[in-house]
T-cell receptor, first 109, second 112 residues
Framework: EDQVTQSPEALRLQEGESSSLNCSYT??????LFWYRQDPGKGPEFLFT???AGEEKEKERLKATLTKKESFLHITAPKPEDSATYLC??????????FGQGTRLTINP | AAGVIQSPRHLIKEKRETATLKCYPI?????VYWYQQGPGQDPQFLIS???????DKGSIPDRFSAQQFSDYHSELNMSSLELGDSALYFC???????????FGQGTRLTVV
């Protein structure tokens, strides 16, 4: 069964303090690893798709990387508006996306 | 750009009542997914449809049913509602079931 584990569960940073979020996965036949941002009470907002080990994607202060066992979401010089829960999901043999528990990120001004 | 539209945004029902949630996917998207998210929980997969046929099934109670119509919109029907059904229900859509899924803003269901 496909599984996703995210760490840490929660992370507090000062504005401008860079860090990384981890997503470890086990899946039979990866057909995509997805990163989403979710604000309270809102739907997950799509950020990145990664398909193969070594692939990297960037968007503003975020950069996602992928290996055969895990993905990292690097956040560089974060701002308070980057505060949110970041969800990682994988698609394996089935169509459904399997989500991790998320990392709740708080950026203090 | 057009997004996934869900209705209603909020719904309050009593125990044992029935609820119907609607989802309108992004134009040209042929795959719809339904997820349930409790407070502080990650989204839990319920069911998905590709080209109007059920393509995958998750932890959807027998009291729930869903379908995708000819115009690709989908409806989630929930009967004999229980207090534990209170949650956010998200619909997502993608193209051909192999690309990224885009989520709607959700329906908050409260069962009292």
């Amino acid at each position: 069964e496909d599984q996703v584990t995210q760490s840490p569960e929660a992370l507090r940073l000062q504005e401008g303090e860079s860090s990384s979020l981890n997503c470890s996965y086990t899946v039979s036949g990866l057909r995509g690893l997805f990163w989403y941002r979710q604000d309270p009470g809102k739907g997950p907002e799509f950020l990145f798709t990664l398909y193969s080990a070594g692939e990297e994607k960037e968007k503003e202060r975020l950069k996602a990387t992928l290996t055969k066992k895990e993905s990292f979401l690097h956040i560089t010089a974060p701002k308070p508006e980057d505060s949110a829960t970041y969800l990682c999901a994988v698609r394996g043999g089935a169509q459904k996306l399997v989500f991790g528990q998320g990392t709740r990120l708080t950026i203090n001004p | 750009a057009a997004g996934v539209i869900q209705s209603p945004r909020h719904l309050i029902k009593e125990k044992r009542e029935t609820a119907t949630l609607k989802c309108y996917p992004i134009p040209r998207h042929d795959t719809v997914y339904w997820y349930q998210q409790g407070p502080g929980q990650d989204p839990q997969f319920l069911i998905s449809f590709y080209e109007k046929m059920q393509s995958d099934k998750g932890s959807i109670p027998d009291r729930f049913s869903a379908q995708q119509f000819s115009d690709y919109h989908s409806e989630l029907n929930m009967s004999s509602l229980e207090l534990g059904d209170s949650a956010l229900y998200f619909c997502a859509s993608s193209f051909a079931g192999n690309t990224e899924a885009f989520f709607g803003q959700g329906t908050r269901l409260t069962v009292v």
